[in-house]
């Protein structure tokens, strides 16, 4: 498959390609090198991009709607805007990564890398992020409605006025992290660390906790509405 003068397919060399506004729907690059490419405005749904090195790439609103990015490589790329709602990015690296307002609800993020990006105003809705790490990360008025998070590491994450009700959390470490006036409402906490986390004006309304739940000091958790033995 050619598109403006250049090889698509797996293994392809397209470092600094100019794709903006592509049509790649379905495009085979897994093991593909795209460092610093521009894919602003494409349609890579249902792409497959396994493996693929994409740093620094510009993706601006670009769709990758329920496209395959199984361990690729998005370190520093600009993402901001893109639609990836229901892709594959488990084992991906992210750091550095712009998503401000990306769609990525129902991805799978299972075991991904994002540390240091920026997640403002992100849409993660059902997304599966269990064993991700999201250290530092930016996630203010992210939301994380129903994401099934388990074990992921959230250290020092900036979650203010996040909407991450209905989550499982069962096991994240949120050691540092600030959740100033984020809505927790009916989210599993069980086994969660939150030391030294910065909790004013969060709601944890009906939260699942239990004994192994780490809380900040001197911190007064709600009841867990007789839910803490999980029986």
């Known amino acids: 498959m050619k598109v403006r003068g250049y090889e698509l397919e797996i293994g392809a060399d397209l470092a600094g390609a100019d794709l903006t506004d592509a049509d790649l729907r379905y495009v085979d690059l897994s093991e593909s090198w795209l460092g610093g490419a521009v894919l602003s405005g494409s349609d890579l749904s249902d792409a497959r991009l396994v493996g693929a090195d994409l740093r620094h790439t510009i993706c601006r609103e670009t769709v990758f709607a329920d496209a395959d990015l199984h361990h690729a490589n998005l370190w520093s790329a600009d993402l901001t805007d893109a639609r990836l709602g229901g892709a594959v990015l488990s084992r991906a690296w992210l750091g ?127 009841s867990s509405d007789n839910l803490d033995d999980h029986d």
Do not use: K, Y
């Open 96 to 222: 550095n990564a712009r998503l401000g307002g990306a769609d990525l609800r129902s991805a799978d993020l299972g075991g991904a890398w994002l540390t240091a990006a920026d997640l403002t105003g992100a849409l993660l809705g059902a997304a599966t992020l269990a064993g991700a790490s999201l250290t530092r990360t930016c996630m203010r008025d992210t939301d994380l409605t129903g994401t099934f998070a388990g074990g992921v590491d959230l250290r020092g994450a900036v979650l203010n006025g996040a909407t991450i009700r209905a989550a499982n959390l069962s096991g994240a470490i949120l050691r540092g992290a600030s959740l100033i006036d984020a809505d927790l409402s009916l989210t599993d906490l069980v086994g969660a660390d939150l030391t030294g986390t910065q909790m004013d004006g969060v709601s944890l309304h009906g939260i699942r906790h239990d004994e192994t739940t780490t809380w900040p000091e001197g911190f007064q958790p709600p």
